[in-house]
């Protein structure tokens, strides 16, 4: 069989992730690879660390980019972080909450849930509750942005109920980083992992994570050694260590870090709270024009993310047909309800570069032209919230 | 701090890898980024697909790129046949043997080795004679082109004393893989791992694997589950399975995929026997040209890797300087020695795009004016090793 070059059609991506990436990113990850060794990607990977630092609101050392997708990132925290035995105190409000639970169990530790349903926000009395009926657990897992349900927890709230029961906390950030408020320091975050194909606007295939001093430390207090070789931060510090002691690990990623420093140079110079209130906006103006629809959010108003809109189908409406029209003649990609929510709820995501008024109104006009009624002009709706906060 | 755009010096890559990378896949890698469940997306993943059976030569269905760099798909292959208590015969001969080591420990198996000098193929008399020791022994692992010396070992060889003795195998293809002959059917390989940043001439970042039925099947009769969420086949593969039922498990590195499909579109344009005797060609030439400097090689004829010439460092050349000199004044990178052979030895790549004429008369020129004396032209012995193959 013989194949030819593949060329996709170009999309407008709208579901959960990846997201549109910038085209000065696309531009960035074709520049002509060279050596991961070589004293000028060295240099770089110094800046990619630094504006990492800056993007999660941290100073620690050691914040660097995993050479592997979200799930590795969610992976390189357990396996580094529990040991056999450990009691890990998981809260579990969707798909990666439970995603958590088999890591710890897979690393050997025992977890303890703490279980809020689908759409809502992890409960901070509950894990208090949980915590002081288990003091023998060391570690809180939860995440801070639920991308299967569109629901955001308060990651500052649960983090200091952690630390007041001397828990190391670990925080899944992979739909929030960019695109919502995150301060890893502030708020004592000890451990945190996040994706570079949703609010950075970046390509698939990188997980940017971050470790506090008193992560760090249990690392190197561990008595057995870490079960994965390739996710082992013991070997990956020797790598992505200061110029000079630099140890040979892996080859990393050269392209895809070209591509991830563009995409962190994109939020220092947008500035990271322009950013989290650009989200904010064109989710509102997305909401104003859902209305008319008849179109409800499936996350409480408190506990909504901008940048992923989980929202009912409405009765009547074939999921797959629409999101299928949607795609073949408008190529815009909305997402599909994940477990519980397949067939019930569509994810339209507005991430990093995405999140732009334009997609916002072609989103709202694509809907009506597949079908969706409404009652008075969902584009009205939605721009009436842009004119507002001009 | 305010960084700016990172624009890297063009290089000619010809140390271990990564390799220059084709313009043509540069190019590919930039293309729109689409949803890794769009069904164009999972067309292009099932020619992914295909075209790596061309290149390991097999029919397993069970053969994908592992979403992470080839010491990730090394990992893939140990945490998914290895259970706690397993007896793994490592045959040790550099590096990346020394890490398969590490891997089956990891895994909790119990390493049984095969040791031979750095800069020799494994020993096939030696491994017979381990496994007849070790009847206990259910895997056997080893690497086929070890990039840490240039070594070539013997796989077919090795895989049917292994079959001989009912273990499975564990092959490291990732500097062979394009590059030297190959055939996993035919020589009988359960489990091989490769990378793309060697001789297929693609970015760094995913690990090609391939699992015959009796891997598949040893994995289907785990007896516990395997210790990586993230390289678990059994989630793997509703993946990377067919169309119809594939499931979500994490978001494919969308860009890097289209660039892996544009590399083994090239390899198949050019054919896999043509690519293994372009890799020769240039090695006989480059190796013709450093014989008037009194270069010599550190592994003998017979097993010496086309991809991936070890040689000695002349006396009283300085290691350090002449590479440094090589990237500052020609823009070309040569390898550094690993480990025991660090300040002794350079590692000069001839992979994939990297293996053409073009480079090995400027890698033999460059030598020459940074200092390396030679009797007779350099250029002209290999200029004649060209003439003599028209």
């Known amino acids: 069989m013989t194949y030819s070059a593949f060329h996709p059609t170009p999309r407008t991506l709208m579901g959960p992730g990846p997201s549109d990436v910038h085209p000065r990113i696309l531009e960035a990850l074709s520049r002509p690879t060279i050596g991961h060794l070589d004293p000028q990607f060295v240099t770089m990977m110094e800046e990619v660390k630094a504006l990492l630092q800056y993007a999660f609101q941290t100073e620690n050392a050691l914040t660097l980019p995993v050479s592997a997708p979200g799930s590795a990132g969610m992976e390189t925290c357990f396996a580094n972080l529990v040991e056999p035995g450990d009691h890990v105190v998981v809260c579990r409000n969707g798909v990666f909450g439970g995603r958590m639970v088999e890591n710890v ?41 639920e991308t299967s349900t569109g629901a955001r927890s308060d990651a500052q709230a649960l983090a200091r109920i952690a630390r007041a029961h001397d828990c190391l906390t670990i925080v899944d950030a992979v739909t929030s980083l960019g695109g ?14 996040s994706g570079t194909q949703k609010c950075l606007s970046c390509v698939p295939g990188l997980s940017p994570v971050s470790f506090g001093e008193r992560a760090v430390e249990r690392i190197k207090q561990r008595k057995t050694k870490v079960q994965s070789w390739f996710l082992d931060l013991n070997l990956v510090m020797g790598y992505w260590g200061s110029g000079a002691k630099r140890a040979y690990h892996h080859t990393a990623p050269v392209n895809s870090l070209y591509a991830l420093h563009e995409a962190l140079l994109l939020l220092q110079e947008e500035g990271l709270e322009t950013a989290w209130q650009r989200h904010t906006l064109n989710h509102q103006a997305l909401q104003a024009g859902l209305a008319p629809m008849g179109i409800e959010f499936v996350v409480d108003a408190d506990a909504r993310l901008p940048q992923l809109n989980s929202v009912w189908i409405p009765e009547g409406i074939d999921d ?12 815009l990609e909305i997402g599909a ?3 519980d929510f397949a067939g019930r709820v569509w994810r339209i995501g507005l991430m990093g570069y995405a999140s732009q008024p334009k997609n916002v109104l072609a989103c709202l006009s694509a809907l009506q032209a597949v079908g969706l009624h409404a009652d008075t002009s969902p584009v009205a709706a939605a721009q009436a919230v842009y004119a507002s906060h001009r």
């Open 180 to 193: 919502s408020e995150l301060r890893v320091d502030d708020w004592g975050i000890d451990a945190i992992y």
């Open 337 to 339: 309800g994940l477990g």
């Open 320 to 331: 797959a047909a629409v999101r299928t029209q949607l795609l073949s003649e408008f190529n």
């Open 105 to 145: 169990e897979r690393c050997g530790g025992i977890p303890i849930l703490v279980d809020d349903p689908w759409g809502q926000a992890v409960d901070p009395d509950k894990l208090a509750a949980t915590l002081s009926a288990h003091p023998e657990a060391s570690i809180v897992a939860f995440v801070h942005a």
